[in-house]
């Protein structure tokens, strides 16, 4: 049973660049949610995809923008990079109704 | 003032030895409860997952949530050099206006020595 996977592991870029994440959920896993973790902090949530739409978003600017597919697999688009947007994208998957989020080994951003 | 609060660490322990790890919250609206390690430059591996007041034994592991005092604990028996990782607790207000959003602590750094 393949667990949640995500591309790319490693991803230089530089300021004002973009860049786009991706995520494929856990088998069974129909809801996906995106999380920001700085060095030596715990994971911020970004927003959560369910039936192809954002159905929650937490504090982040509209620089931050996703989607999800009908084989509920995701992406997450981050324009106009900063410094600051350097981090660990983690990706979490879940069956809808249950809270249990199972995360991806994530994917490492730097941003020069 | 943070919703969730953790400290950081790190928690140095010799093999053997019983740890506990603790986090408290303000939010009296959180209902789910987890906790997860990390192990450095990894994704958070899911440990323990509890819902409201109460305990909860997996193993060597150990949930336990006082709704009442917004305070949860993760007790590890007999640790190993292995459990040496960053130990992250979580929770959520999961309902129709909640779709289950983590709010993570900061992490507890946990090292135990042979």
């Known amino acids: 049973d393949a667990g949640v996977t995500q591309s790319p592991t490693h991803l230089i870029k530089t300021r004002g660049q973009q860049v786009t994440l991706r995520c494929s959920p856990k088998?069974?896993?129909?809801?996906v949610s995106w999380y920001q973790q700085a060095l030596g902090q715990g994971p911020q949530f970004i927003f959560q995809y369910y039936e192809e739409e954002e159905r929650q978003r937490g504090n982040f600017p509209d620089r931050f923008s996703g989607h999800q597919f009908p084989n509920y697999s995701s992406e997450l688009n981050v324009n106009a990079l900063l410094l600051g947007d350097s981090a660990l994208y983690l990706c979490?998957?879940?069956?809808?109704?249950?809270?249990?989020?199972?995360f991806g080994p994530g994917t490492r951003l730097t941003v020069l | 003032q943070k919703e969730v609060e953790q400290d950081p660490g790190p928690l140095s322990v010799p093999e053997g030895a019983i740890v506990s790890l603790n986090c408290t919250y303000s939010n009296s609206a959180f209902q789910y409860f987890m906790w997860y390690r990390q192990y450095s430059r990894k994704g958070p591996e899911l440990l323990m997952y509890?819902?409201?007041?109460g305990n909860k034994e997996d193993g060597r592991f150990t949930a336990q949530v006082d709704k009442s005092s917004k305070y949860i604990s993760l007790f590890i028996r007999d640790s190993q050099p292995s459990d040496s990782a960053t130990y992250l607790c979580?929770?959520?207000?999961?309902?129709?206006?909640?779709?289950?959003?983590?709010?993570f602590g900061q992490g507890t750094t946990l090292q135990v020595k042979p």
């Open positions: 979490a998957s879940s069956l809808a109704g249950v809270n249990e989020q199972f």
């Open positions: 979580a929770m959520s207000a999961f309902g129709s206006s909640n779709t289950g959003k983590l709010i």
């Open positions: 509890t819902y409201s007041s």
């Open positions: 088998s069974g896993h129909d809801t």
